[in-house]
């Protein structure tokens, strides 16, 4: 479930979401977000998400990064030169 599972990583670093069957509403000073070790359920889509996420949060460590190079081989490439 990958509501369930973006509500678990994110209430990690310190974001507090609510979730209903098909929302997620997420809440939180973005100042006040914790690096901490992220899983991405092998999702490609929440690897991205919290990728976006390491802007703020530059020491959140991402576990299986590689599992993007099914939909997007480049994603960490060119995330890296738009920061």
Request: proline residues 5%; charged residues 30%; negative net charge.
């Amino acid at each position: 479930d990958r509501l369930e599972a973006l509500h678990a990583e994110l209430n990690k670093i310190g974001a507090y979401t609510e979730t209903t069957d098909d929302t997620i509403t997420i809440k939180g000073n973005p100042d006040s977000l914790r690096a901490t070790q992220i899983e991405t359920y092998n999702d490609h889509r929440i690897a991205m998400c919290f990728g976006m996420i390491q802007s703020r949060v530059p020491n959140l460590e991402i576990l299986d990064p590689e599992c993007v190079s099914k939909t997007y081989p480049t994603f960490w490439e060119d995330l890296k030169k738009a920061s």
